[in-house]
């Protein structure tokens, strides 16, 4: 699988990347860093797009990807890719995802969500993105914060159909 992460805002920015960090080997990561995300912190282990760079293979619907996931996502971003705004590399692959069809996941991260925010929200919901933002589930009993977030990564990672053992499943009792 191949799949393009993009990291957008400064909050949240580690989340992102750990993300990036915990893909198993049979996913190929194409990370694209917005400039605050850039700031707070390089990573090497994956090809790093700049996002002022929107000639990347990445922004061409033609480069066979099967996925983008976008984390944090910032409202910025969210409302860019909402209105169909294309100035970078982030949101011109998002477009890309869109007129492909193919699976976009934003994962927002401002708490509380603003009426323009829910409504740019809804409107990508109905196009077809999966809104996922960084919400722990409290039922998995996590002990650590590193646990919480692989909680989430790994519902990210289900979303996406990408196999993880990143957190204990409920148990389902057969009858």
């Known amino acids: 699988m191949r799949l393009v992460v993009a990291v957008t805002g400064a909050s949240g920015v580690e989340l992102g990347l750990k993300l990036v ?3 198993p ?3 190929t990561g194409y990370l694209i860093l917005s ?6 912190l390089e990573h090497e282990s994956h090809r790093v797009y700049d996002n002022d760079d929107i000639a990347a293979p990445v922004a061409s619907g033609s480069f066979p990807s099967d996925a983008m996931i976008v984390v944090p ?5 969210l409302a860019k890719i909402a209105c169909g705004i294309a100035d970078n ?5 998002a477009a890309v995802m869109l007129k492909e069809g193919r699976p976009l996941l934003l994962a927002p991260r401002e708490m509380p969500f603003g009426t323009i925010a829910l409504e740019n929200m809804l409107k990508l919901s109905r ?14 009993g996590h002990a650590t914060v590193e646990e919480m977030e692989d909680f989430m990564i ?3 990672f289900d979303l996406l159909g990408i196999g993880h053992t990143l957190y204990k499943r409920w148990r389902i009792e057969e009858l």
């Open 21 to 23: 960090a915990k893909l």
């Open 25 to 27: 080997e049979s996913v």
């Open 35 to 40: 400039e605050n995300a850039r700031r707070v």
């Open 73 to 77: 996502c910032s409202m910025n971003t």
């Open 89 to 93: 590399l982030v949101t011109r692959t």
């Open 127 to 140: 196009l077809g993105v999966t809104i996922a933002p960084p919400v722990p589930g409290y039922y998995s």
């Open 154 to 156: 790994g519902k990210w």
